[in-house]
């Protein structure tokens, strides 16, 4: 089974930065639109933010717009989320997810083939 692998999380002060990391290992990840999602402890699992697989076009939810920045390095197989100005209500398990050639990106969870197992980002008052 295919995993993505996440990296970066940790804990911060609120108003701190952290960047995460993404890889898809034994996959064309040029061929993917990629996302990442984030749970707290008894929430469902909400978008963040999504960047399409060819025009590179980004998508974010209201909560982080302006603050995080998502980007991709095909050439490293690797998505990034940039995270800044981080607040205590940011703090979840944050999930790397990857969709296989869609026609755009979408805030819809159920339409992502992959996932990882999840990077913690706690972020202190």
């Known amino acids: 089974q295919v995993q993505l692998v996440e990296s970066g999380g940790g804990l911060v002060q609120a108003g701190g930065s952290l960047r995460l990391s993404c890889t898809v290992p034994g996959r064309t990840f040029s061929s993917y639109a990629m996302a990442w999602f984030r749970q707290a402890p008894e929430k469902a699992r909400e978008f963040v933010a999504a960047i399409h697989w060819s025009t590179d076009n980004t998508d974010y939810s209201d909560s982080v717009k302006g603050r995080f920045t998502i980007s991709r390095d095909n050439a490293k197989n690797t998505v990034y989320l940039q995270m800044n100005s981080l607040k205590p209500e940011d703090t979840a398990l944050y999930y790397c997810?990857?969709?296989?050639?869609?026609?755009?990106?979408?805030?819809?969870?159920?339409?992502?083939?992959?996932w990882g197992q999840g990077t913690q980002v706690t972020v202190s008052s």
């Open positions: 997810a990857a969709d296989y050639l869609p026609w755009t990106i979408t805030t819809d969870v159920m339409k992502y083939d992959l």
